[in-house]
């Protein structure tokens, strides 16, 4: 059998590369920026054939990237999204798709309820204040923020990270109402929550966080009728991906006091330009794409994604695919490559 070859789009963490190694001749862009499709063609070009490309949410898989890479059998993509992957595309051409959900829940749900306790109790404003010497005394009304125990939690989308937020808010005593495509009754029995429809958890929540898929459909789900659907005091975090969120309406409803504030991890350009007009306000809590970064977790997703990639060039169908209808002719596309 041909030793296939892969392109590793960044340096992972933990032993996914030393594991990946074993079962291939591996290509590892060295960079911190992500590779260009005209990249990735020069390492295919270079190579006696590439048949795995393990790419990052960064990493823009279209048909013109896969039409420089025509030996390539898989795309394994270290997300649980796969919104960077046209999978139709990959499709059409017999490459199979992987991705790596299931192991980052606990930690991103971690760290949303740390984004919603910073932004309840203006901890970074804390920080800033403290730092430039505002901080001459004690006062009753310095930086006042609001309670976390008894207010009410929306959770939009209660797959597995929206689950565990909820079984973290249960913990503070929140009120937990949410909206998801489908009602998740172990959930409901487990922390109380309540379902409703997207108005209602919009008008409900003190706080809201965002744990739904970017689809055409949910793109810019939370704009400027949304957020003057919410509460004016309500303050909105987001995990999810950036596109969900409308921008430049979260801007005008921040500064307008439309809602109180906000706290995001994801953003739409990511990263975020440096003159965003966001990064000018006080309310506005904006991290680098990191809720599921610890090194336990992101070691898991990269030897998730290196072990999806194994199988998949063994013949396999991981049982993270996602495109698994193209099995067929996939795995006798396999057979003839690798023979």
């Given at each position: 059998m041909t030793r296939p070859r892969v392109f590793v789009a960044r340096h992972l963490p933990g032993r996914a590369l030393e594991y990946l190694a074993e079962h291939a001749d591996v290509d590892i862009w060295p960079d911190e920026m992500p590779p260009s499709a005209a990249d990735v063609a020069d390492v295919a070009a270079r190579s006696v054939s590439c048949h795995g490309l393990l790419s990052l949410l960064t990493d823009r898989v279209d048909a013109a990237l896969l039409d420089s890479a025509p030996d390539l059998l898989v795309v394994s993509n270290m997300a649980t999204g796969f919104d960077n992957v046209d999978v139709p595309a990959a499709s059409e051409r017999l490459v199979l798709v992987t991705r790596t959900p299931g192991v980052l829940a606990e930690t991103t749900a971690d760290f949303t309820f740390a984004l919603i306790l910073a932004a309840a109790r203006r901890v970074v404003e804390g920080d800033r204040f403290t730092r430039e010497?505002?901080?001459?005394?004690?006062?009753?009304?310095?930086?006042?923020?609001?309670?976390?125990?008894?207010?009410?939690?929306?959770?939009?989308?209660m797959g597995g990270i929206g689950s565990e937020v909820a079984r973290r808010a249960k913990g503070f005593g929140m009120r937990i109402i949410y909206n998801s495509r489908t009602r998740k009754p172990e959930v409901e029995e487990e922390t109380g929550a309540e379902f409703g429809s997207l108005d209602e958890v919009l008008r409900e929540?003190?706080?809201?966080?965002?744990?739904?898929?970017?689809?055409?459909?949910?793109?810019?789900?939370?704009?400027?009728?949304?957020?003057?659907?919410?509460?004016?005091?309500?303050?909105?975090?987001?995990?999810s991906r950036g596109g969900l969120v409308d921008q430049w309406a979260l801007y005008e409803a921040l500064r307008d006091g439309v809602i109180a504030g906000t706290a995001l991890d994801v953003t739409d350009p990511e990263p975020m330009a440096s003159d965003d007009p966001l990064l000018t306000l006080d309310n506005v809590i904006?991290?680098?794409?990191?809720?599921?970064?610890?090194?336990?977790?992101?070691?898991?997703?990269?030897?998730?994604?290196?072990?999806?990639m194994v199988r998949a060039l063994n013949g396999e169908v991981p049982e993270n695919t996602v495109n698994p209808e193209i099995a067929v002719g996939w795995r006798a596309r396999v057979r003839r490559s690798l023979a």
């Amino acid at each position: 059998m041909t030793r296939p070859r892969v392109f590793v789009a960044r340096h992972l963490p933990g032993r996914a590369l030393e594991y990946l190694a074993e079962h291939a001749d591996v290509d590892i862009w060295p960079d911190e920026m992500p590779p260009s499709a005209a990249d990735v063609a020069d390492v295919a070009a270079r190579s006696v054939s590439c048949h795995g490309l393990l790419s990052l949410l960064t990493d823009r898989v279209d048909a013109a990237l896969l039409d420089s890479a025509p030996d390539l059998l898989v795309v394994s993509n270290m997300a649980t999204g796969f919104d960077n992957v046209d999978v139709p595309a990959a499709s059409e051409r017999l490459v199979l798709v992987t991705r790596t959900p299931g192991v980052l829940a606990e930690t991103t749900a971690d760290f949303t309820f740390a984004l919603i306790l910073a932004a309840a109790r203006r901890v970074v404003e804390g920080d800033r204040f403290t730092r430039e010497g505002r901080w001459k005394t004690w006062g009753p009304e310095v930086l006042l923020g609001q309670d976390i125990y008894g207010a009410t939690l929306g959770i939009v989308g209660m797959g597995g990270i929206g689950s565990e937020v909820a079984r973290r808010a249960k913990g503070f005593g929140m009120r937990i109402i949410y909206n998801s495509r489908t009602r998740k009754p172990e959930v409901e029995e487990e922390t109380g929550a309540e379902f409703g429809s997207l108005d209602e958890v919009l008008r409900e929540s003190d706080f809201l966080t965002i744990h739904a898929p970017l689809t055409p459909e949910t793109k810019h789900l939370i704009n400027a009728d949304s957020l003057r659907t919410m509460k004016r005091t309500a303050i909105l975090a987001n995990t999810s991906r950036g596109g969900l969120v409308d921008q430049w309406a979260l801007y005008e409803a921040l500064r307008d006091g439309v809602i109180a504030g906000t706290a995001l991890d994801v953003t739409d350009p990511e990263p975020m330009a440096s003159d965003d007009p966001l990064l000018t306000l006080d309310n506005v809590i904006v991290t680098p794409h990191i809720a599921s970064a610890s090194v336990a977790t992101r070691s898991r997703m990269a030897m998730l994604a290196a072990e999806n990639m194994v199988r998949a060039l063994n013949g396999e169908v991981p049982e993270n695919t996602v495109n698994p209808e193209i099995a067929v002719g996939w795995r006798a596309r396999v057979r003839r490559s690798l023979a």
